[in-house]
């Protein structure tokens, strides 16, 4: 946002009155046009709003309403429990009849498919070594819908599709822009990670939903962090703190702690996003209380901004995560009678679980009993996940490194002995058809989102252009975690945290293709042409790999047409 310069005094008018006092306001005093760099009050009041916020709003849930229709269209196909869908659809009914993970018989997968859900569970409690708070929601829709492939995938249709809102919302607040916002929701609608994982029943969808969710309101708070400092200081500071008592209480931040711990209380992956976002929480406050003239920000922002973040983001997070471990909480002594004695309770020398063979407390000292308990069993979900797999080997694993440019996918099912006539095969005599799901993002969203990426560091550490923080931070926490794991089996769609982010620096590249200005120009004329090119270009790419993604029936030289790499496969 720019002012005209004031007009020059004629030299005829009256002498000038004396200077008044300075005032520290602002770091800079020209933009890059020439004019007066605005008030820090009048930068920190929010971008105009310029266009309808009903339009805006409409846009964006029809958007999502498609991408809705996409994910549930033939949703209960293949009938089947898909890769780990096997774990999390029964563990979720388990939640919803029985409060907690139960071990299951042998035969359970052909029982439920035959459509029985009886004499399927154990009396024994199941080591399951994920939280709760994902599989809950896979509960509510076997609840709604039934105990079968429709029921337990539900719930990832819907959360996937809300993704979309959000990242439209998004955005728009990053970029300004309606149109640019609705890019960014349908550049995530089209990515064929998050789109195939909208189809199953598995845990990380849910994590990516929770976790935009509180990426989007960090930024809320950090527009309106901004706007209440201009209003309790409009005439800037002159010494100490600046405002404080009324920025101690702080709405956004507060949903973004309870959206971030029940994203932990999913996978605790997402641990690091917080770690990272509550930093960058901190940095804006103090670079905020700096443009207002506050001396020494960096400090003073620590103790006035940092410790009621920290609160929000930490605290009320923590006690988000816990709620997620209510049923488990409520049976904790199936728990300490079945597994507080395992292979990972003993592993490198570990020793029973001391509350198993205390007596039963009562009151305040029975939730503390449950509560050690609690902590003795994440101790050995801890050791499952970082020592007890290490050896471990599995066909579609793959290095982190690699994700970015799609090192290798993931097969969630495949039929790859279809003979001609069978099942509508037109495959000539001595070939076949096949039918895949695979788990893969859409090649051109990731690698010119890996481009935009590039360009963003440049943009956030040279330009300090603070919009681009925001895709480079998610990026970075969501991925680089986890190469220290990396000699154990982790997967592709694990990084479907990082599809939002990779769709955002894409969006934010294309806005500054096409510019600020709304005059016809050359610039603005190829500017226009690239981003539109970039975006159709995604659509084309999602579209061609749409049998791979849906289970669509191709002979075995179309499939060999969208297995670009032989690590695909």
């Known amino acids: 946002m720019t002012t005209e310069a004031p007009p020059e005094a004629h030299p005829a008018a009256e002498p000038p009155a004396a200077p008044a006092p300075r005032r520290r306001l602002t770091t800079l005093s020209r933009t890059a046009a020439g004019r007066p760099v605005p008030p820090a009050r009048e930068r920190a009041a929010g971008r105009a709003r310029l266009e309808d916020p009903l339009i ?3 846009a964006a849930i029809g958007i999502t309403v498609l991408a ?28 919803l009849h029985y409060g907690h993970a139960q071990d299951y018989v042998d035969s359970a997968n052909d029982l439920i498919l035959g459509g029985t ?29 039934g105990m079968d492939p429709f029921g337990w995938r539900i719930a990832s249709a819907v959360v996937g599709s809300l993704m ?3 990242m439209c919302r998004l955005g728009r607040r990053l970029t300004g822009s309606t149109l640019l916002g609705c890019v960014a929701g349908l550049l995530l609608m089209f990515d064929g990670l998050h789109f195939v994982l909208s189809r199953l029943a598995l845990l990380d969808i849910f994590v990516a939903f929770w976790l935009l969710c509180a990426v989007a309101c960090v930024v809320n708070d950090r527009d309106w962090f901004r706007a209440k400092l ?13 405002p404080v008592r009324g920025l101690l209480f702080r709405p956004w931040l507060l949903l973004a702690g309870i959206c971030f711990g029940l994203a932990i209380g999913t996978k605790w992956t997402a641990l690091y996003p917080l770690a990272a976002f509550g930093l960058l929480v901190w940095a804006w406050c103090w670079g905020a209380r700096r443009s207002f003239g506050v001396r020494w920000p960096v400090l003073r922002s620590a103790l006035v901004d940092g410790l009621p973040a920290f609160v929000h983001l930490v605290v009320i997070g923590a006690i988000a995560y816990l709620m997620t471990w209510t049923g488990w909480l409520m049976h904790a002594n199936d728990y300490e009678r079945d597994l507080s004695s395992t292979q990972y309770t003993h592993f490198n020398g570990g020793q029973d679980w001391p509350t198993a063979s205390e007596p039963d407390a009562s009151g305040l000292g029975e939730v503390w009993q449950s509560m050690r308990s609690l902590a003795h069993y994440h101790r050995d979900v801890y050791v499952f996940h970082t020592q007890f797999l290490n050896d471990a080997t ?6 982190p490194s690699g994700w970015p440019l799609l090192n290798r996918g993931v097969g969630v099912d495949a039929d790859t002995d279809i003979q001609p006539g069978e099942d509508g ?9 096949l039918r895949q799901i695979l788990l893969l993002g859409t090649p051109a969203l990731w690698w010119g989102g890996c481009l935009a990426m590039l360009w963003g560091l440049v943009m956030w550490i040279g330009a300090r252009d603070w919009r681009w923080g925001v895709p480079i931070v998610g990026l970075l926490s969501g991925w680089l975690p986890w190469m220290q794991y990396d000699d154990r089996p982790i997967f592709l ?18 806005g500054q293709m096409i510019g600020t200005s709304r005059e016809p120009s050359r610039r603005r004329t190829l500017g226009v042409v690239a981003a539109g090119s970039f975006f159709v270009l995604v659509l084309a790419n999602f579209a061609w790999f749409w049998p791979i993604y849906t289970d669509g029936l191709l002979t075995h030289s179309e499939w060999l047409g969208r297995i670009w790499f032989k690590r695909w496969v």
């Open 425 to 433: 095969c037109t495959a000539p005599e001595g070939s076949n058809c």
């Open 164 to 166: 979309v809102l959000v």
């Open 117 to 145: 859900t009886t004499g399927v569970w154990k009396d024994t409690a199941s080591m399951a070594v994920h939280p709760d708070g994902g599989k809950w929601l896979i509960a509510l829709g076997e609840h709604f819908f």
């Open 493 to 510: 769609f694990y990084a479907i945290v990082l599809v939002p982010f990779l769709a955002l620096a894409a969006t934010l590249a294309m």
């Open 68 to 95: 809705f229709v996409m994910r549930v269209w033939n949703l209960g196909d293949p009938h089947k429990f898909a890769f780990d869908e096997t774990y999390y659809a029964k563990d979720a009914w388990s939640l």
């Open 56 to 58: 805006s709003w409409s």
């Open 394 to 399: 599995h066909t579609y694993q793959s290095q």
């Open 230 to 242: 201009g209003r309790l200081a409009p005439d800037g500071v002159t010494s100490g703190f600046g």
